[in-house]
């Protein structure tokens, strides 16, 4: 039997009035309350009519993020993350996806400022911070996950890229690698710039140099992570790398599938480590060792973040590094002896 | 070099005016004008600081997509194919994930409404049309993408899930199967209930009918499927399937899962097939046979098809039925005599 107000009101032990507030978004219920009921209603699968006017209040509950590509399980499962996060404390999520193109991020952003957001998150690159003026300007509450302008006052939830780095080329050089390559992100995108950092700075502690020609930047597509990875496998013997560092899964698999191509097998001939540690990394053939960032706390950490900025019970401006974490599984070994 | 909007009405061969015109939604400019402009700007990279004016027009240029779980990579690719064709034709994309629950479904209905979205892509079942209702009341043209609701009257674009439902049976049948079992999602997701149906038609032909304890509901999960999967895979070996038929990639996945537990061989001793074809298929290990949906063109064709009634010009609601596509990977073999 379909729940009512009055069976909210009574699950709830609060008044109708009480119920109706908080669907309205107006009144002066408390912000612990209101998630109560909301949670109430969800348990109870009440579906009024008129829960749009939740949305007509003053506040919207709704929150948008911005990602550079809804494709890649990365941010398909930080998006997914958010959207547990928002909705267990009450809003709603609107997502957009910018291509990690400038004109599009640009758009988004007025988009989502025209559609009046609560408050935005963040998840893509930007050149220059300029684009967020309006919103700043506006006070529409901003916070950035995955990504940061670092001369941007705003909370920003990361993962610890150079230590990410450094885990990465710790596990290769344990394994007694000495001839390895990188497959990185365009270098205007910092977190890859900070993980290639944090790897070379390893490797440069016992005297290893990586070539130019062995840092390759790609796009962050499957397909770009096969064609640099042919052309660093296809080098003569003595120059061919024996073992890849990708800065993401993505990337990884187009080093899986380029290995597959010319027939050398993974991790025998060629070692591949990824970052991220998304679903894909766990369903690759071999499973993919990698450095996994810990997608739901950051997802739930940058919604509470955000939402403190909301009720203006934000400290300081935060930067919430979380620490990666190496996952060996079976795409590393030690490089065989020829 | 900054594009100006000069250099942006010199590239199109147009005044300054039709650019000013396209940015701010006005004025009399044809549609397929408007789109050659809005390409010139994207060419150049042309940011105006005002661009936020071209959603301040009349129409929004806006679209919303509704998707039940964006970490569901056949979702999260179907939004990438909806953007990119959307943002070709001059429109911005809006997402919003329900986690198939009506509850949510509603909200975001709602919301987008609220929003000002011109038209709404649906690809998350709903138990009810009636929470349609109050769009179609304000004529917010509605399209549905991979779900459908037989009676109510939109623009449909799906995969013909009964036909992708005997190709699976086909080829396990050719193969040899003749114990089989299915990995369904929930009885009310009429794609997968479309799938099963053709499944089970393909195998009564030929006598062989499956007990309901070989055909179980799921959740859409990894999880969930493993859970399952583990259930048939754990039956007395006279019960015991030979191959499984997973209605969604995501499920397969759960399915190769179990088999490893079990230290099960795929595909000597089990086979899997799954539905989709997402990046997913493609990696995993062994790589997945399955039906392929073709995503990039169904995303097209639902966009094409959604403008075509925001301009007035659609024809009569159309159901556009694609063809899904055998893939085989090496999940799937005949199965070893014993």
């Given at each position: 039997m379909k729940a009512t107000i009055y069976d909210v009101a009574r699950e709830a032990g609060v008044s109708i009035a009480a119920v109706s507030q908080v669907m309205n978004g107006?009144?002066?219920?408390?912000e612990e309350r209101r998630t109560e009921i909301l949670k109430v209603m969800e348990k109870l699968n009440y579906q009024p009519?008129?829960?749009?006017?939740?949305?007509?209040?003053?506040?919207?509950?709704t929150l948008g993020l911005l990602v550079?590509?809804?494709?890649n399980p990365f941010f398909a499962e930080i998006a997914r993350a958010v959207e547990d996060q928002g909705h267990s404390l009450g809003y709603s999520l609107v997502i957009c996806s910018t291509d990690n193109k400038d004109e599009r991020v640009e758009r988004y952003l007025s988009l989502l400022q025209q559609k009046s957001v609560d408050g935005m998150i963040i998840g893509t690159g930007m050149d220059?911070?300029?684009?967020l003026t309006p919103l700043m300007d506006r006070a529409i509450p901003i916070v950035m996950i995955a990504?940061?302008?670092?001369?941007?006052?705003v909370h920003t939830v990361v993962v610890d890229d150079f230590v990410g780095g450094t885990m990465a080329a710790k596990h290769l050089l344990d394994l007694g690698h000495t001839r390895l390559a990188i497959l990185a992100e365009?270098?205007?995108?910092i977190s890859s710039r900070e993980r290639v950092k944090g790897f070379m700075a390893t490797l440069s502690e016992i005297g290893i140099k990586l070539s130019e020609d062995h840092v390759r930047n790609c796009r962050y597509t499957v397909e770009d992570g096969k064609r640099e990875a042919l052309e660093l496998l296809e080098l003569p013997a003595a120059e061919r790398p024996t073992a890849l560092f990708c800065c993401n899964d993505m990337l990884a698999i187009g080093a899986l599938q380029a290995a597959k191509q010319l027939k050398l097998?993974?991790?025998?001939d060629i070692s591949v480590i990824g970052f991220d540690n998304t679903i894909l990394a766990s369903v690759t053939d071999p499973p993919l060792t990698t450095i996994a960032q810990p997608i739901e706390p950051m997802g739930k950490k940058v919604v509470d973040l955000l939402i403190l900025e909301l009720k203006k019970k934000?400290?300081?401006k935060q930067r919430v590094v979380m620490l990666p974490e190496l996952i060996v599984r079976q795409s590393t070994a030690a490089p065989s002896k020829v």
């Open positions: 107006k009144g002066k219920i408390s009519s008129v829960i749009a006017s939740a949305l007509t209040g003053k506040k919207t509950y550079p590509d809804i494709s220059n911070k300029d684009m990504r940061e302008m670092p001369d941007l006052a365009h270098a205007k995108v097998r993974v991790p025998e934000s400290p300081a």
